[in-house]
């Protein structure tokens, strides 16, 4: 029998409980989503444990001085580089623009409040354009409805 010795501290034995749940999760079809992740050190050890999805907190950490999409990056590396069996999923976005950073640094899934998808949606410009066209397209069906009645 080989036997291993292992420090038995706060991560070690969360890291043992995640990696017990996540096989049972696992073999019932249940992916985990490993949340509140704040380094990517953290989101490594919960997709070494099993989790299927690794929830950095963007907002949060700029919240407090730290550039959230760094973990992103990292994180998104790090999974890619292993081949790890998990998709990082950027949570606690608070604008557009964390949308697109997080796409760009490798995050596979983003949560966002619905506020924030609709300035996602909307531009100035596309909004103007649209009045425009719909100005141009009513233009164009009076000049054919005239040219028809002659």
Do not use: Y
Not at 38 to 45: D, P, V
Not at 48 to 55: F, M, N, Q, Y
Not at 80 to 87: D, G, I, K, P, V
Not at 110 to 120: C, D, I, S
């Amino acid at each position: 029998m080989t036997a291993t010795t292992r420090p038995t501290g706060r991560e070690a034995v969360r890291a043992a409980v995640l990696k017990a749940a996540g096989a049972r999760f696992a073999a019932e079809g249940i992916r985990v989503n490993c949340t509140l992740v704040f380094t990517a050190n953290q989101g490594l050890l919960a997709a070494k444990a099993g989790a299927s999805l690794l929830s950095p907190f963007v907002g949060r950490l700029d919240d407090i001085n730290e550039e959230g999409m760094i973990v992103i990056r990292e994180l998104s590396d790090i999974v890619r580089f292993h081949e790890l069996a998990a998709e990082v999923l950027a949570a606690s976005i608070g604008h557009p623009r964390h949308v697109t950073e997080s796409a760009l640094a490798g995050a596979h899934i983003a949560t966002l409040p619905f506020k924030v998808f609709q300035q996602m949606v909307r531009h100035p410009l596309t909004d103007k354009g649209i009045v425009q066209f719909r100005k141009d397209w009513d233009s164009a069906r009076k000049e054919m409805a005239g040219a028809a009645s002659r």
